[in-house]
């Protein structure tokens, strides 16, 4: 990479990182569903002007929107507001194990055994965040997060049986379009009193769902895509191992959060693990060159 590409690529983990440690204080005012709602609407509000509409393509974004969004983060964030930051993005990893798995059996991808030591490493690593005893307690917390990572991977196989159709900018400005009326009924059908949750929400809560719609998803995303468009996906990837160790940084930084050594030594083994799985060091041998 290009230092100007490799700037791009790590605004992706700083953008990504920080936006989860911000919506943990965000969810101090606003409930799981109606803050990732607003924030998706808000996303697709500016992004929907400069994609086409996807014609043929809108019942499968809905049923993608309502498994990869709206149940994805309506669990992945709930668990959060149940947890501190630090160890609910360490087991966000999980992603990684659960998409390799439901890969191989929803479209017969066959693991490597560089991913199976990967994913054997991964396991351990979450087994020891799970047992820490800072943990205690927040044991439903937990199962959300790992429901939400699983929802993530399904969501992400449906968007690759699309096989490209789509571009990145059009699927997400049209999954907002989706997911953000999904998750705006699902809050006012089990998160209460919404009205009121937004007329007393402070101006820190304000800024906070403006950065996870604009910062965190329009510049992020649009990082991403613009990285992946230009690079093999298993050279892109590693820079999203970045991605706990920002989140970390900014929930000791801003929540004031601190980690037991446990954690950490778990955490370093499940992002090691996902390492193994993400990175493939034959594309590294080859002289890459961007578009």
């Given at each position: 990479m290009t230092i100007r590409h490799i700037l791009i690529a790590l605004l992706v983990p700083l953008t990504w990182g920080f936006g989860f440690t911000l919506a943990k204080a965000g969810l101090d005012h606003f409930s799981p569903l109606l803050l990732m709602g607003m924030r998706f609407l808000m996303a697709a509000t500016v992004?929907?002007?400069f994609v086409p509409v996807p014609r043929g393509y809108l019942r499968q974004i809905c049923g993608i929107s309502f498994i990869g969004a709206t149940l994805q983060y309506g669990l992945t964030f709930s668990g959060l507001a149940r947890m501190d930051a630090t160890p609910a993005v360490l087991l966000v990893q999980a992603e990684v194990i659960f998409g390799v798995i439901i890969a191989a059996l929803l479209l017969g991808e066959k693991p490597s055994v560089r991913q199976v030591v990967g994913i054997a490493i991964a396991c351990f690593g979450i087994l020891t965040i799970v047992g820490?005893?800072?943990?205690?307690?927040?044991?439903f917390g937990v199962m959300l997060i790992f429901s939400g990572t699983l929802a993530f991977a399904l969501g992400q196989v449906l968007i690759r049986q699309l096989k490209g159709a789509l571009t990145g900018f059009q699927l997400t400005a049209w999954m907002g379009v989706m997911a953000g009326p999904q998750m705006i009924l699902a809050a006012m059908l089990f998160e209460g009193d919404l009205v009121k949750q937004i007329s007393?929400?402070?101006m820190v809560a304000w800024a906070t769902l403006l950065y996870l719609g604009l910062i965190m998803t329009v510049v992020g995303?649009?990082?991403w895509y613009f990285v992946l468009a230009r690079y093999p996906v298993p050279m892109a990837m590693p820079v999203l191992l970045l991605l706990p160790l920002v989140t970390i940084l900014g929930a000791v930084s801003f929540l004031g959060e601190r980690p037991d050594i446990i954690v950490l030594l778990g955490g370093t083994i499940v992002i090691a693990g996902v390492g193994v799985v993400i990175v493939d060091p034959s594309v590294f041998t080859k002289r890459q060159k961007p578009e």
């Amino acid at each position: 990479m290009t230092i100007r590409h490799i700037l791009i690529a790590l605004l992706v983990p700083l953008t990504w990182g920080f936006g989860f440690t911000l919506a943990k204080a965000g969810l101090d005012h606003f409930s799981p569903l109606l803050l990732m709602g607003m924030r998706f609407l808000m996303a697709a509000t500016v992004l929907i002007w400069f994609v086409p509409v996807p014609r043929g393509y809108l019942r499968q974004i809905c049923g993608i929107s309502f498994i990869g969004a709206t149940l994805q983060y309506g669990l992945t964030f709930s668990g959060l507001a149940r947890m501190d930051a630090t160890p609910a993005v360490l087991l966000v990893q999980a992603e990684v194990i659960f998409g390799v798995i439901i890969a191989a059996l929803l479209l017969g991808e066959k693991p490597s055994v560089r991913q199976v030591v990967g994913i054997a490493i991964a396991c351990f690593g979450i087994l020891t965040i799970v047992g820490s005893p800072s943990l205690d307690g927040q044991i439903f917390g937990v199962m959300l997060i790992f429901s939400g990572t699983l929802a993530f991977a399904l969501g992400q196989v449906l968007i690759r049986q699309l096989k490209g159709a789509l571009t990145g900018f059009q699927l997400t400005a049209w999954m907002g379009v989706m997911a953000g009326p999904q998750m705006i009924l699902a809050a006012m059908l089990f998160e209460g009193d919404l009205v009121k949750q937004i007329s007393t929400a402070p101006m820190v809560a304000w800024a906070t769902l403006l950065y996870l719609g604009l910062i965190m998803t329009v510049v992020g995303y649009s990082a991403w895509y613009f990285v992946l468009a230009r690079y093999p996906v298993p050279m892109a990837m590693p820079v999203l191992l970045l991605l706990p160790l920002v989140t970390i940084l900014g929930a000791v930084s801003f929540l004031g959060e601190r980690p037991d050594i446990i954690v950490l030594l778990g955490g370093t083994i499940v992002i090691a693990g996902v390492g193994v799985v993400i990175v493939d060091p034959s594309v590294f041998t080859k002289r890459q060159k961007p578009e």
